[in-house]
């Protein structure tokens, strides 16, 4: 553990992507499919991109700080959140100040440009806190714990470079996978992160999953695809909400980790109109018996089926069949 000769804060800093925003010639502008960033993997993948031409990419994120933590210590002054975006292959290095939010609170909030031309592969993306400390100024009391890697070519958000999906049979495989031997896939997230596992028992499923048969399958492939994603956003807000660390008044925390990002990207649509610490209370209370927990499924469903991209998946699958079939007609 390293040590600081000035008080440090010690709650988390947690920094999550909420748009990304391309500009290209002409000043044409695209807004990044929210499939081009994850915030478990917390990695924005800009090869995912419509176009290949663009020039900047514009970033916008949210840090959220213990703010209560700079209020009742008391320790430091002139209390600055900076996102910083560096390459070392480039040796490229951005630095943007974020506001904090108007009603005050936890989060501050900005945009940080990303220029294509000073970068070639992956940037790192941190969020600091710099405060005034015994008069001394400008020294960084917390920084995020894990850092949000930026791909400039990547076509997928994933931070092993490697989709985390394994093929195993449910049938032979790990005793706790044998009661699940007739379904198809099941979310794992019981690991540091979390894995998708497809039964290759289930004929003819990887196949299907991969894209590899006729146009009638790769476009079945599609909405399959969605629908897998939705599950995994389904199973990691369950795994998140499920393990919150509590404060002696009862008032829930976000993790620190991917768990806590999950939920601040779910909670608007499970419980809209409320502050994010407000949405994980009322959660957390009809969680723990205090509710009706049967209520929020809809939109626990609701909320992950648009982060999978199910609704624009399936509307593309009945163009795409009614396009085949034009097609067989003809």
Request: glycine share 8%; hydrophobic share 40%.
């Amino acid at each position: 553990m390293r040590v600081y000769p000035y008080p440090r804060l010690s709650g988390a800093v947690t920094a999550r992507v909420t748009a990304v925003r391309l500009r290209g010639p002409g000043d044409i502008r695209e807004q990044l499919s929210t499939k081009g960033y994850s915030v478990v993997e917390q990695v924005v993948a800009l090869g995912s991109a419509e176009r290949d031409d663009w020039q900047t990419a514009r970033i916008a994120l949210t840090a959220t700080v213990p703010g209560r933590e700079i209020e009742t210590k008391g320790h430091w002054s002139d209390i600055a959140v900076v996102a910083v975006l560096t390459e070392g292959v480039t040796n490229a290095r951005t630095v943007t100040r974020l506001e904090p939010d108007p009603g005050g609170g936890r989060n501050w909030t900005g945009e940080i440009e990303l220029d294509r031309d000073d970068h070639l592969d992956r940037a790192s993306l941190a969020v600091h806190v710099v405060a005034t400390v015994g008069g001394i100024a400008g020294r960084i009391i917390a920084s995020s714990e894990q850092e949000w890697m930026i791909d400039v070519t990547a076509h997928a958000p994933l931070r092993e470079r490697e989709l985390d999906v394994s093929t195993v049979s449910f049938a032979r495989g790990a005793e706790w996978l044998r009661s699940f031997r007739d379904a198809p896939w099941i979310v794992d997230t019981s690991g540091r992160m979390p894995t998708v596992r497809l039964n290759s028992d289930f004929e003819g499923f990887v196949a299907l999953v991969e894209g590899r048969g006729s146009k009638v399958e790769s476009v079945v492939s599609e909405i399959l695809l969605a629908q897998m994603c939705a599950d995994v956003w389904t199973a990691v807000f369950h795994t998140a909400i499920g393990d919150l660390e509590i404060e002696d008044d009862g008032t829930p925390l976000f993790p620190a980790d991917w768990r806590g990002a999950v939920l601040r990207e779910m909670l608007p649509d499970i419980v809209p109109g409320r502050s994010e610490e407000d949405a994980l209370r009322e959660v957390h209370i009809r969680r723990t018996g205090e509710g009706s927990w049967v209520d929020l499924q809809p939109r626990i469903q609701y909320a992950a089926g648009r982060r999978a991209g199910v609704p624009k998946a399936l509307a593309a699958t009945v163009r795409d069949i009614e396009r085949l079939d034009q097609e067989t007609d003809a």
